[in-house]
């Protein structure tokens, strides 16, 4: 690992020429040739600290997606690459474990990365504080606000030192104040940490506020339409002109490929 | 806070090509106000703990009103002669031989025997119960070829072992024991496995992901994950153990053996003593309750609420 969380993004760029990338990736469920086709030969790269959202309506594959990154599940057909190693993954339920503290579901992040005992407290409160959520070490999760536990999430998330983050829906459950302070808490992180992120979402607004790229799928199969880049300057806001212009484009788009289905 | 953290941390955009100039960390510090603020709205205040003179009058006095308006009615009985008072005695004939047992110093004698007897035959069942569940849990070979019929076992009543017991082991500690493990392990086993069975999936996603695998998984995230389900296998063990050993007690008794709270009822049966038989029932009531009550309940309690799965107050 010659990255390191907290080296500037400048540095970072010439590691290599991609966080994760994906080479006519397919995957069906059930027997080949009968089976549902679900992604259908996927090319996707996301280079080193870019933001890239899929977006999707349902049956487009987008959670098989980050599960064939993630290395949960196996392709089908064609090869995924990821350099860093295994990369860290966000779910829309926050996943902590409820016999843990927050400081300890970090930590135990930490022990799994291999990090040594003495090194483990003082690192968690770090990553803690890192999503501002200093002086929460101690508390159980169920004691947390739903925003919080996804900060913990995100902050147990980091300690694995991944250099690819993989979001699936994580803010969908929230309500929307919430959501709209984590996603501003999200672009901060990603700036401070020059993560790579593949972060999955069905809300447009969402996709166009975060990301630097996004990339369209359609539904079964799940098949890349189209690509936008944003070139909207961080920090935005979901309500900015330019953020729902190009919004109201990406839905065009997406209600054309989902009336296709309604049509035979 | 906020200003603190605006001085205290790196400023980790400054000088970097996309970092923006000075206005950003304005923005920051804006950003952790309105985050503690949703954080504070968002946590519910903590509520107060009730005071333990408030605690002991809920949850001690409804009981002790249930027991006195029992042992009120059976009084009443008693005094109206409904039957010969040598098939029912009063409540007052019943403390009459407790307190006899006591001063004669043979009270907690009898009690030992029996819960020295419980607690070892329930501890094995627990050596013998979890790495049995857990196979049933892991393998699906195991559990196709053996979950049935350890689920099977539990519905059999432990009392029907009592004769096969005696004809193996004879009238000795051994039938006790084997007659406690038939009636404990199945159902401690089964307890183990509906909790492993409950985990939710994401949780071992969740550990997937961290790096957990083989063995490591099992340690931080199976084990800790199915304690609720284990617990109750362990409670139910325990009264299937103690109910076991009643059972095999009445029937498998020797002087070699000792007098337990079986034994001694049969005792009394036989010596026509209604009273003392009352006595010996309410001794394995009590010792069943008190075990419960002071081991299992603040157990179970203690995981629920560790997990918020238990309100404060309950």
């Known amino acids: 690992m010659a990255i390191t969380l907290n080296t500037p993004r400048a540095e970072r760029k010439t590691v290599t020429d991609h966080a994760v990338r994906l080479d006519g990736v397919s995957k069906s469920f059930g027997r080949p040739g009968t089976g549902q086709v679900v992604l259908d030969t996927i090319d996707l790269t996301v280079a080193p600290g870019e933001f890239v959202t899929l977006l999707g309506a349902s049956g487009c594959g987008k959670s098989t997606l980050l599960n064939l990154v993630a290395g949960l599940d196996e392709p089908s057909a064609g090869t995924i690459d990821v350099p860093g190693g295994r990369p860290a993954l966000m779910f829309q339920e926050h996943a902590l474990f409820p016999w843990l503290t927050a400081g300890k579901n970090i930590e135990l992040a930490l022990k799994l990365r291999g990090l040594p005992r003495s090194e483990r407290r003082q690192e968690a409160e770090r990553l803690l504080e890192l999503v501002r959520l200093k002086g929460t070490h101690g508390k159980r999760v169920h004691e947390l606000s739903g925003g919080m536990r996804q900060r913990v999430a995100l902050a147990r998330a980091l300690a694995q030192k991944s250099r690819l983050l993989l979001m699936d829906e994580p803010f969908a459950a929230l309500d929307a104040i919430t959501r709209d302070v984590l996603h501003e808490e999200l672009t901060r992180v990603w700036e401070e940490t020059g993560l790579s992120v593949l972060f999955v979402t069905h809300n447009v607004r969402e996709a166009v506020r975060l990301a630097q790229r996004v990339v369209l799928l359609s539904s079964r199969p799940g098949r890349v339409v189209r690509e936008w880049d944003v070139d909207i300057p961080q920090p935005r806001r979901i309500e900015d002109a330019h953020v729902s212009a190009l919004s109201v484009e990406i839905t065009d788009q997406l209600r054309k490929e989902i009336r296709r289905h309604g049509q035979h | 806070m906020a200003s603190t953290d605006r001085t205290t941390e790196p400023s980790p955009n400054a000088g970097t090509p996309d970092g923006a100039p000075r206005g950003r960390t304005r923005e920051n510090g804006d950003l952790a106000d309105l985050e503690a603020g949703l954080d504070a709205l968002e946590t519910a205040p903590r509520t107060e703990r009730p005071s333990i003179g408030r605690l002991l009058l809920a949850k001690a006095v409804p009981p002790l009103i249930a027991v006195t308006l029992v042992l009120t009615v059976w009084q009443l009985a008693y005094m109206a002669e409904l039957k010969p008072d ?53 393998f699906t070979v195991v559990r196709a070829a053996i979950g049935p019929i350890v689920t099977g076992l539990q519905s059999l009543p432990s009392i029907a072992w009592v004769p096969a017991a005696i004809i193996w082991f004879g009238l000795s500690n051994g039938t006790i024991y084997a007659v406690i493990l038939l009636g404990a392990v199945p159902s401690i086993a089964n307890g183990i496995v509906a909790g492993v069975d409950q985990i939710p999936p994401l949780y071992l996603r969740a550990g997937r992901t961290l790096g957990a695998r083989g063995l490591t998984a099992i340690r931080h995230v199976m084990l800790p994950a199915a304690l609720p389900g284990y617990i109750a296998g362990l409670k139910q063990g325990w009264a299937f153990s103690w109910r076991s050993l009643m059972a095999a007690e009445l029937i498998v008794h020797s002087p070699a053996l000792g007098t337990g709270l079986g034994q001694l009822m049969e005792n009394f049966r036989t010596l026509q003593d209604m009273s003392g038989v009352l006595a010996s029932i309410l001794l394995i009531l009590l010792v069943g309750i008190a075990i419960d009550l002071l081991f299992f309940s603040p157990l179970e309690r203690r995981v629920l609420r560790g997990r918020g799965l238990l309100g404060r107050t309950a």
């Open chain 2, 86 to 138: 040598y098939v029912l005695p009063g409540p007052l004939d019943v403390w009459a031989t407790l307190e006899r047992m006591w001063l004669q110093g043979t009270l907690l004698e009898y009690i030992w025997v029996s819960v020295s007897r419980g607690v070892s035959g329930f501890a094995i069942a627990v050596v013998l119960g979890t790495p049995l569940g857990l196979l049933i849990a892991r």
